[in-house]
């Protein structure tokens, strides 16, 4: 026997009868909350009242607030700079507060494709089924990093998803706020004024869906399977109701018609799968199609790839995904030591390495201090990362005057730092149980390193031609070069930079 479910364009449509998620506050653990934040204390030297921000947001916030926070908004919301804003939420992560979500949003309708609390089980492909689209991964573009208030710490109803209404599931879960229009209005507020109700489907049942519209076209969609239709509106006004039956499958739905006319109608929409489903409809007016959204700034994990904090904290958080995924644009530098050999047999193996250790330890504080990561140490060498080349440049003036003063503490010029730099696409791969950069860009930055001389920085021409950087070179001597190196295929213009 088929059930008839009759569900008005106001209803919640929640499951079993199920209200919208409550937006309040709830009750806190003091018994895990007190020692998880002392230790979110004691990580790391934090600027006057950035914690005591956290701590408000987290007893008084609301359940929405705590949910998917984008560490770069609350920043920006509470004066925060934004490298302490994410050195913040990764030290609340490690202590137990928060919960890490790696979100894949689609960058024409700001739908939260695919969720996972973990790096681990980012794959380097997915699928929006609002758009019908497949997408590339790619780690500084739309996979973005958010964090939620552990339900140890506080419990709230987004914890809880399969326990929300579909209306609340389909627009608070399944979307974000933060992908905006060129009107600047944020899309899934647009979807949800068009909305004509989200529903759960429970198999064998016929759930209907009442509209009224003029024009455009009517679109159906689920946010978690491929079953989508589209039925456009032409001709003349209906004389009278309009009824259109929809089978609803897991992948796809069929339907009893080609287009609708103007007017009020009412859609019949059976479940014939042998689980529930979750139907939403919307009436899209003419010229509503969807365009490339304007983001709100989040924190992609590319960024967090090159955040020292996280690469420490989070070292289980690898890359399972036999090809990597890929970024489209990361700086990396490498640095070496010029007569390292001859140090060796001048002071002996232990006095040598202990030296090496130590310039190690600053130049680790240099890249941490430029919003950088080191990858890895190679023998004497060093490969860091960093999102935005000015950055680059700068940690790398920063790590010869970081070597120069270790030179005159010792009052031997025993350290001589030699650095090169470029930026380019690569690919994130764990590498001996490490997360690690493979390519190209990486390649000809090694190649970039190898030509310079101590106590000089060599940088190619996209690291000398990016924002910034002109600046922090105007009192240095600067000559250009053209270099054809083994194994690039092409000739490499290179800047020196005498220190």
Sequence with gaps: MIQITSVSKSSEGGKNGRPSAVLLVDSINENVFEPRFAALKTARAWSPRVLSRLESAIRRGSD?????????????????????????????SAAGLFEMDWLLLCPMCACVAESFSSLTSVEDKYYCPMCRCDY?????????????????????????LKNMSATDYCFECRMTADGLRPDGLPLVEV??????????????????????????????????????????????????????????????????????????????????????????????????????????????GGR?????????????????????????????IFTDLQGSTALYERIGDLKALSLVQQHFERLLHATIVNNG?????????????????????????????????????????????????????????????????????????????NHADGNEICISENVRCAPGVDELLTSRIVTKEQIVFKGIDQMVTVFRVSL
């Design 304 to 332: 967090l790839l090159v955040t020292q904090s996280f690469r420490e904290l989070f070292r289980t958080e690898l890359i399972r995904s036999a090809e990597g995924i890929g970024v489209r644009d990361v700086t990396v």
């Design 373 to 449: 990561a080191v990858i890895k140490t190679i023998g004497d060498a060093v490969m860091a990362a960093f999102e935005k080349p000015s950055d680059a440049v700068r940690a790398a003036i920063a790590m010869w005057e970081e070597t120069e003063r270790f030179n005159e503490l010792r009052q031997r010029k025993d350290i001589v730092l030699k650095v090169g730099i470029h930026r380019g696409p690569s690919i994130a791969v764990t590498f001996n149980e490490r997360l690690d950069y493979f390519g190209r860009t990486v390649n000809i930055a090694a190649r970039v390193q």
């Design 64 to 92: 929405r607030s705590l949910f998917r926070i984008n560490p770069l908004a609350f920043g920006f919301n509470f004066g925060i700079a934004e490298p302490e804003a994410i050195d913040l939420f990764i030290h609340a």
């Design 136 to 160: 590339e991964s790619m780690l500084d573009d739309f996979i973005a990093v958010t964090f939620t208030v552990s339900r140890a710490v506080r419990p709230i109803a987004f914890h809880s």
């Design 191 to 300: 979807f949800k004024g068009q909305s004509h109700g989200a529903n759960y489907l429970l198999p064998n049942t016929v759930t209907l869906y009442e509209a009224a519209s003029e024009q455009g076209y009517y679109f159906g969609y689920d946010v978690d399977s491929r079953a989508y239709f589209e039925y456009p509106i032409e001709g003349p006004p209906a004389s009278e109701p309009q009824i259109v039956r929809v089978l609803y499958s897991e992948d796809a739905c069929e339907l009893s018609a080609r287009t609708v006319a103007p007017g009020k109608i009412t859609f019949e929409v059976e479940n014939i799968a042998k689980k529930t489903g979750l139907l939403t409809i919307c009436s899209i007016p003419p010229g509503g199609e969807r365009t490339r959204l304007q983001f709100v700034p989040f924190l992609t």
